[in-house]
């Protein structure tokens, strides 16, 4: 499909003026590493939860959404725990201020706040570097995939020769912009996206006909409540995923979303978001935000689904989307929307992934540098050699992901191999780290570097000793248990880590669940002390978010359908549950933290090491 002379002048000039908002940042982003990947922690909450919601909204996950409703129909939102979709209600309640809390540059530094600087803290640090790596690596990957199946539809060349040209041209501004360069990018990106979002969802709404749409359906279809063996999905098989046995892996995907939530970020740019807000004040409210603006991505994906299901009017097209229902959302905008508008969405769907990769690319820099380079190769390096590392880093990781989509066909098969094979692994010590005292650097290292292992062996395993990859209900929960048990079994055979340090951890980030030995050298030290606020309060929040968030994205899905009675139930719910969040969160969020200058903010950031004794806020 050929785009006009039109749209080809709109994406042109959206694309030259988000590389120049980069290349003006370059200078600004040079001060420092702690200015390049965290923007110095200058920057307001509300640009970091715009950035970060528009991070998410990235071109290859949105056209898996998008196949996963016309697979699934409205059961298909179920898919989406896999990624931990309402994991912003456990930001805003506890989870955002945890972290910047902490005080660190990158998630890899944050070891030696929980597990000290001795051969275990060292080796946490080092195991959870090589994981963050692995990831973001695969999430170029990944990404770059998908890009190369919507670049397709509307340039005359092969989706690998798609991926390279446009991770090859973004891929300028993200390496010279750095942080400051990313937020302030996407601010614009959130703006353009959300608009586009928006108009495209109304398109949909608009274009809805029960009656067209009922006929091509099957009768469940719109029924949201899963089913043990829906009758429906018998012997359906989309991306590699056979969705017969479809309770069990709604299990699969829930227990991994709230193992995900529990834990933290685990798409690892998200960790900088929070790391960059200037206190933990600000790092609970863009928790909250960050929810709210992502809504609009739910009603855009079901506005293509519909699109879809109801048919082009275009056999050839009907049939391709039949075959791929990845490819919904680049053909339902080329053969739906007039001259200019395609364009226009083009820009607003291209703002989306910038967003997400310019995000990956720099908390993969991050990481590489300061935990690679700065740590193991060049201790003293200056400022300036620093940033240059972080140009030849960010380079390294876009070639990366071009060199892993060449191999790659499927959206959804590198999809769950990330979200699934790969975090049943690391999730277990990923959430123990913050609830359970005695987990030391040894058992971290084990569990994060024993379940690579797993993980890597089942994807070896999947491609040359079965002959169908193994179900998700049948890898993730085997991984995942042995990862638990290697965790615990190395940690308790091996010496805790050492008091001093878990007091400082303690009372700087505050963490709940198993930590009384520690709370009570604290208060034996400090009987004045206690926690900010109490988690059962904390917890409260948590399930009046959760509520909130999970119907106001699903009322968005009935409101495009044109069920206006759900969609009211639904709304009115989120409502109910924000007015609460109203008293419960917002009139007990931390005091703002004094004013300090840059200068002193980043004074750590050209230290070989960080100190154990991080300072809370």
Not at 43 to 71: K, Q, R
Not at 100 to 109: D, H, I, K, M, Q
Not at 464 to 477: E, I, K, Q
């Amino acid at each position: 499909m050929k785009l006009s002379l039109t749209d080809q002048l709109i994406v042109v000039v959206y694309l030259a003026a988000i590389m120049g908002i980069g290349l003006a940042m370059k200078r600004r982003a040079a001060k420092g590493m702690g200015s390049y990947f965290l923007g110095g922690r200058r920057l307001p909450w509300w640009a970091l939860a715009m950035s970060g919601s528009s991070s998410y909204f990235d071109i290859t996950g949105t056209m898996w959404i998008v196949s996963t409703f016309i697979v699934l129909g409205l059961k298909g939102m179920w898919v989406h725990w896999l990624w931990g979709f309402p994991i912003t209600a456990f930001y805003l309640a506890f989870m955002g201020k945890w972290i910047r809390r902490s005080g660190v540059l990158t998630g890899a530094e944050w070891m030696y706040t929980r597990f000290g600087q001795s051969r275990a803290g060292d080796t946490a640090r080092l195991s959870y570097t090589l994981f963050a790596i692995l990831t973001i690596t695969a999430l170029l990957g990944y990404g770059a995939i998908g890009m190369g199946k919507f670049g397709a539809i509307f340039l005359p060349f092969s989706p690998f020769v798609c991926a390279v040209l446009i991770l090859g041209v973004t891929g300028l501004y993200v390496v010279a912009g750095g942080f400051h360069g990313i937020v302030r990018v996407e601010i614009v990106q959130t703006i353009i996206l959300s608009a586009g979002a928006i108009a495209f969802a109304v398109i949909g709404y608009k274009h809805f006909d029960a009656a067209v749409f009922t006929s091509k359906v099957s009768g469940s279809w719109m029924n949201i409540w899963p089913e043990t063996r829906p009758a429906e999905l018998q012997g359906v098989v989309a991306g590699g995923t056979d969705y017969s046995f479809f309770g069990a892996l709604v299990a699969v995907w829930v227990a991994k979303g709230l193992l995900l939530c529990f834990s933290g970020p685990e798409q690892l740019y998200d960790f900088q978001r929070f790391l960059a807000a200037r206190d933990a004040r600000d790092a609970s409210k863009l928790g909250a935000l960050w929810g709210a603006i992502h809504t609009v991505r739910w009603p855009f994906a079901m506005a293509i689904a519909v699109m879809a299901i109801m048919g082009l009017g275009n056999p050839e097209l009907d049939a391709a989307l039949k075959r791929d229902p990845e490819t919904a959302l680049p053909v339902i905008i080329s053969a739906m929307l007039p001259v200019g508008l395609v364009g226009f969405m083009l820009a607003a769907l291209l703002s989306g992934f910038l967003a997400t990769f310019s995000s990956t690319v720099n908390g993969g820099a991050a990481y590489l540098v300061k935990d690679v380079y700065q740590r193991y190769i060049n201790p003293q390096a200056a400022s300036k050699t620093l940033i240059r590392a972080s140009y030849l880093a960010s380079s390294l990781l876009i070639i990366t992901g071009i060199v892993i989509s060449y191999f790659g066909t499927s959206i959804n098969t590198a999809f769950l191999w990330i979200f699934g094979t790969l975090a049943a692994g690391i999730l277990p010590p990923n959430v123990l780290r913050w609830y359970w005292w005695r987990l030391n650097g040894w058992g971290y290292a084990a569990g994060v570097l024993g379940g690579m292992a797993l993980s890597l062996g089942q994807a070896v395993a999947d491609t040359s000793l079965f002959s169908t990859p193994l179900p998700l209900y049948v890898g993730f929960p085997v991984i995942a248990i042995a990862s638990t048990i290697i965790t615990i079994t190395v940690a308790l055979v091996t010496s805790p880590t050492e008091f001093t340090t878990l007091e400082k951890f303690y009372e700087n980030v505050q963490p709940a669940g198993a930590w009384s030995p520690v709370r009570e050298r604290v208060l034996a030290r400090n009987p004045r002390f206690k926690r900010e606020t109490p988690f059962r309060l904390e917890a409260l929040n948590t399930l009046l978010a959760l509520v909130g968030i999970c119907t106001l994205y699903v009322g968005t899905l009935y409101l495009i359908l044109n069920r206006h009675t759900a969609a009211f139930a639904c709304f009115t719910t989120t409502a109910v549950m924000c007015i609460g969040l109203y008293f419960t969160w917002y009139k007990h969020l931390p005091a703002p933290a004094p004013a300090v200058n840059e200068d002193d903010a980043m004074s750590e950031e050209n230290a070989p090491t960080l100190r154990a004794s991080s300072t809370a806020d």
